[in-house]
């Protein structure tokens, strides 16, 4: 069963850092993902995790954000440094029944999103 809910957003001065939490799932074989949504815009991925760890960023956030997971207590974090005022967004956790998936189309579980003000 996956009901994923996020915490950890919040607002924060440009330069400042959050971290993102999701949990919700019992089974570890999932690919996790962090999109974002910002006013007028489409919903873009941010990062994606696969069962063993293997990640992949956007462009607009490699080298400032990280992803991770916990298998053992099934949570994934993102953790957001030096965040600018363009990582304003609504962010959500996605989640696939697969060892490793980076297309948005095939995740088929989300959250309710978190917001994050920069």
């Known amino acids: 069963q996956v009901q994923l809910v996020e915490s950890g957003g919040g607002s924060v001065q440009a330069g400042g850092s959050l971290r993102l939490s999701c949990a919700g799932w019992?089974?570890?074989?999932?690919?996790m993902a962090w999109f974002r949504q910002a006013p007028g815009k489409e919903r873009e991925g941010v990062a994606v995790?696969?069962?063993?760890?293997?990640?992949i960023y956007s462009d607009s956030v490699r080298g400032r954000f990280t992803v991770s997971r916990d298998n053992a207590n099934n949570t994934v974090n993102l953790m957001m440094n030096s965040l600018k005022p363009e990582d304003t967004a609504m962010y959500y956790c996605?989640?696939?029944?697969?060892?490793?998936?980076?297309?948005?189309?095939?995740?088929?579980?989300w959250g309710q999103g978190t917001q994050v003000t920069v």
């Open positions: 995790i696969g069962t063993y760890g293997t990640t």
């Open positions: 019992t089974d570890g074989k999932l690919s």
């Open positions: 996605a989640a696939v029944f697969s060892l490793y998936c980076a297309r948005e189309r095939y995740f088929a579980y």
